[in-house]
């Protein structure tokens, strides 16, 4: 009999409605009660997803991505490498965050534990990253929250200690950080911009939308100063602009 077991999600309500975010691709879909009770039973372990399941139930978790792998193959040995390069590590540098999402997987940011990454922890993880990339010549650090501009010390530290050990290395390191805009004053746009970052915004759009999704922790409103932050970080780029900007909008509708 295959068995399977559900990916990560998360799942949330808003105008009365459940949706369910699946966290590995960041898509959320709009689920029915019926499918939400079938979702917290399976996880709950009250029934077992296998083939004696509704096929149709299956059918439905497998378009959401929520079947994460067949047991039955864990019997299976595979012939895999001893040993692959790492290229790309993600730092979580602030678990913590000035936002607060309706939707949020994180718990506020937090992920149940509020706290700042270390730089001496972020140090080793970049001497990590070196190592387990053996051969590797491109190497990629992404910074992640939370609100990663939260912990900006600790992100221009780490770009700086990464950067000399690449070249020891010799090896090219790229950097990337996922924000939700608020924090892209001067100083930190002229600091993204000059080591080439690749900078993914999230941001729900409209003052409606974004207001009631997005508010500042405490209620206050942030589309406007986001709106503003975001503009002048894309000028900032200008024609010339080196890495890469995304805006992603993360709207529940």
Not at 30 to 52: M, P
Request: net charge neutral; hydrophobic share 35%.
């Amino acid at each position: 009999m295959h068995s399977h077991i559900l990916a990560e999600y998360h799942k949330f309500e808003y105008d009365n409605k459940v949706y369910v975010l699946n966290v590995e691709t960041m898509q959320a879909f709009r689920v029915n009660r019926a499918l939400s009770e079938e979702i917290d039973k399976i996880q709950n372990g009250t029934i077992t997803c296998d083939n004696t399941t509704n096929a149709r139930l299956l059918a439905t978790l497998d378009q959401l991505g929520l079947l994460l792998r067949d047991q039955a193959l864990e019997n299976e040995q595979e012939s895999l490498p001893c040993s692959l390069p790492v290229k790309h590590i993600s730092l979580n540098v602030a678990q913590t965050c000035n936002l607060s999402c309706i939707y949020c997987y994180g718990i506020n940011g937090e992920y149940g534990q509020k706290g700042y990454m270390k730089a001496e922890t972020a140090r080793k993880a970049v001497d990590w990253l070196t190592r387990q990339g053996m051969d590797a010549k491109e190497l990629i650090i992404t910074f992640f929250g939370g609100e990663p501009l939260l912990n900006f010390p600790v992100v221009k530290e780490v770009v700086q200690y990464a950067r000399e050990r690449a070249q020891e290395s010799q090896k090219r390191i790229h950097f990337s950080i996922t924000t939700n805009g608020t924090l892209l004053t001067g100083a930190v746009n002229s600091f993204l911009n000059e080591n080439r970052f690749s900078v993914v915004i999230s941001f729900d759009g409209d003052l409606e939308m974004q207001n009631r999704n997005r508010p500042f922790k405490g209620s206050k409103c942030s589309h406007e100063i986001t709106k503003k932050r975001v503009q002048q970080f894309l000028k900032s780029r200008g024609g010339n602009a080196t890495g890469r900007a995304t805006i992603t909008a993360y709207n529940a509708d």
